[in-house]
């Protein structure tokens, strides 16, 4: 069985500062784990995937998240936030092996302030 | 634009209506998949289409049937709308089934009352 849990359901920073939105997950296969953005009133947008390659993986517009087997987690970073940042992220694990049907985090709503 | 196009964007249905939500990808896809999205619930898997002529129930496919119409179009019927399928919809397709990343499309929103 898999599940995904991000801690923080919303996060609230200034423009220009570090962005960490953070996911915690389980899975009885190897995972392969996602992180997408939905923008208000927009479908979502895929950010970056982990599929079993590089731990550290880099996404659209400046993300990056880390794959860490030991903590099972896989945090989404950017090192300084923008104004088009705000918007609702969500982290996806999906089981390598298993039904491979996702299952989605209930979301981070990242909030910027100027 | 290629993509994933998802038709109505808004719809208002009474209790006992039925309606179908179209969907169609213009990116050679192979599978399909309807979400419905619920406040501070994330998105839940009603039905997939693996492949063309497949179709199987998610997480939550009460009340809801769908068509694999052929490879480009796959829709949602509801055959007697209820107000608890008040929720956003989306439409997302994939290269193929497994851990590949989906493109969504915008999205219906759909109120029952």
């Known amino acids: 069985a898999q599940s995904v849990t991000q801690l923080d359901s919303h996060v609230s920073v200034s423009e220009g500062t570090p962005v960490l939105l953070r996911c915690n997950y389980s899975s009885s296969y190897s995972p392969s784990l996602f992180w997408y953005v939905q923008h208000p009133n927009k479908g979502l947008q895929l950010l970056l995937k982990y599929t079993s390659a590089a731990t550290l993986v880099k996404g659209i517009n400046g993300f990056e998240a880390e794959f860490k087997k030991s903590e099972t987690s896989f945090h989404l970073t950017k090192p300084s936030a923008h104004m088009s940042d705000a918007a609702e992220y969500f982290c996806?694990?999906?089981?390598?092996?298993?039904?491979?049907?996702?299952?989605f985090g209930r979301g981070t709503s990242l909030i910027v302030h100027p | 634009n290629a993509g994933v196009t998802q038709t109505p964007k808004f719809q208002v249905l009474k209790t006992g209506q039925s309606m179908t939500l179209q969907c169609a990808q213009d990116m050679n896809h192979n599978s399909m998949y309807w979400y419905r999205q619920d406040p501070g619930m994330g998105l839940r898997l009603i039905y997939y289409s693996a492949s063309e002529g497949t179709t199987d129930k998610g997480e939550v496919p009460n009340g809801y049937n769908v068509s694999r119409l052929n490879k480009r179009e796959f829709s949602l019927r509801l055959e007697s709308a209820a107000p608890s399928q008040t929720s956003v919809y989306f439409c997302?397709?994939?290269?193929?089934?497994?851990?590949?990343?989906?493109?969504f499309g915008s999205g219906t929103r759909l109120t029952v009352v």
């Open positions: 996806v694990v999906s089981e390598t092996g298993g039904s491979y049907i996702p299952t």
């Open positions: 997302a397709s994939s290269l193929f089934w497994g851990n590949y990343g989906y493109t």
